[in-house]
């Protein structure tokens, strides 16, 4: 495998129209320190500090037809001073202020933000609706739906310093009557969770079999921690709970978050830049087995940025997934690449 890209690479099929449906956007001026023993996670915040417009423009703008962009929260921006479960507020506020400044056009054709993924504390149950209320007016007509984090396991050196969430929590009939909230408000649920995870989302699916969940980063699997050199190993165990999955109508699934630590894809270190052939080698039993399981109008390419930066650059990534997609019909690639991620989350 090619650990190196010595020079950018040409960039594939750079008029494909792309609704890149999962960035985020953050300042953080305390930068974790280097530890020799650190997660490598933490490596992704030393990495980039700060991902704003600016930074979001200049990737979109590094040669793929990239014509919007769907912000997936990550705890930017909360209000400081909110009344109790009001704090992430502050986040949509924000973002619809960025997707106001690209939907001006004075930096192009471009539309940053176009759809908002905010988050709100399903755990306050029925109390949930206020805060949806609030991001929904906050949101200008951007907001889509919420993700509340549910990623765990029993091992905390496969999440390093994001280990908070409880076991079992898809499951708590607090979270549930949260969860029971969205659909009669319009909204979708964003799961972002871990390979062993899986089958608490089917269940969750199942239960509520009219809400429209979008199964982040395949699922992540995993090959750090415990799972040390167990990717292929539980590779089946995946497959099996993703074709699951896929019998609820209602779910959907991005393809993407591959270049971040967790898998432990061998040549993927956060300092190796990978080419995009060697990328979508890595990446294609993942990718395909998914769009088998779904079809191509219920999967969409993410980019997962800044957080993906990680493990390559966003020109290489989209090359990437284009390579992995080179056999699709053009039917297909207009899902895949945009058609999918524009009816999810119901853009202009």
Known sequence: MSTETATPEAILEPDLPIIDPHHHLWDRPVVPPARPDGHPFEAVIRLTPRYLLDE??????????V???VYLQCGAFYRADAAPGMAPVGEVEFVNG???????????????CDGIVGHADLLLGDGAAAVLEAEIAAGGGRFKGIRHVTARDADPAVLGPMSQTPAGLMAESAFRAGFARLTPMGLSFDAWLLEPQLPELIDLARAFPDTD??????????GIGTY????????????????????????????????????????????ARP??????????????????AFGPNRCMFESNFPVDRWGCDYATLWNAFKRIAAGASDAEKADLFSGTARRVYRLA
């Open 56 to 65: 979001l423009r200049a990737d979109a703008g590094s040669g793929h037809n």
């Open 228 to 271: 040390a050199g167990r990717l292929e190993e539980r590779f089946g165990v995946w497959r099996d709970n993703i074709r699951a999955l896929a019998k609820s109508p209602k779910v959907t699934v991005k393809l993407g978050g591959l270049a971040m630590p967790f898998p432990g894809f061998p040549g993927l270190d956060g300092v």
């Open 67 to 69: 014509t919007a962009t």
């Open 98 to 112: 960025v997707a106001a400044m690209s939907a001006s056009g004075i930096y192009g054709p471009f539309r940053a």
């Open 213 to 222: 969940i979008i199964l982040d980063h395949v699922g992540t699997p995993l």
């Open 275 to 292: 080419s995009s052939q060697a990328l979508a080698d890595l990446w294609r039993p993942y990718v395909e087995t998914c769009i088998e």
